[in-house]
């Protein structure tokens, strides 16, 4: 039924303006609001996501949206000169670097949140803890 459908996600955000300038202005995505008032990230694209407000949004406890790079570590640096602060969580320490990227097993990858508390991803392919 749906094998040849295009299909995009999407999440909640609990302020729209802040969501669009984090993911525009920190992040550097295309943005695009639309008309039923909500945003989508790289319209256009194979990947984009829609953006949406709602009320009583509660942020997602796993990570809604990964970006593949090709170097996690100098993703970091860049992401934290423009005040992104990187998450750490209980029990992984030892298996996070300083900078916050988790090196316990698979690929290389550090977690931070948008504004809303949403968690997303910097996530290396091709390369393995």
Same mark, same amino acid.
């Given at each position: 039924?749906?094998?040849?459908t295009? =299909?995009?996600?999407? &999440?909640? $955000?609990? %302020?729209?303006? /802040?969501?669009?300038?984090f993911?525009?202005?920190?992040?550097?995505?295309?943005?695009?609001?639309?008309?039923?008032?909500?945003?989508?990230?790289s319209?256009?694209t194979?990947?984009a996501?829609?953006?949406?407000v709602?009320?009583?949004?509660?942020?997602?406890?796993? =990570?809604?949206?990964? &970006?593949? $790079?090709d %170097?996690?570590? /100098?993703?970091?640096?860049?992401l934290?000169?423009?005040?992104?602060?990187?998450?750490?969580?209980?029990?992984?320490?030892?298996?996070?670097?300083?900078?916050?990227v988790?090196?316990?097993?698979?690929?290389l990858?550090?977690?931070?949140?948008?504004?809303?508390?949403?968690?997303?991803?910097?996530?290396?392919?091709?390369?393995?803890?």
């Open positions: 039924m749906f094998k040849d295009q =299909t995009f996600s999407g &999440f909640s $955000v609990d %302020d729209l303006d /802040a969501a669009k300038a993911y525009a202005d920190t992040l550097g995505l295309e943005v695009e609001v639309t008309e039923m008032g909500g945003l989508i990230l319209p256009g194979p990947r996501t829609w953006v949406y709602k009320p009583n949004h509660e942020p997602a406890t796993f =990570t809604i949206l990964n &970006f593949q $790079v %170097d996690v570590h /100098a993703t970091v640096r860049q934290v000169e423009r005040g992104i602060t990187f998450e750490r969580y209980p029990g992984m320490d030892e298996k996070q670097t300083p900078d916050g988790f090196t316990g097993g698979g690929p990858i550090a977690w931070f949140t948008d504004p809303a508390g949403n968690i997303l991803s910097v996530i290396e392919h091709g390369v393995s803890a």
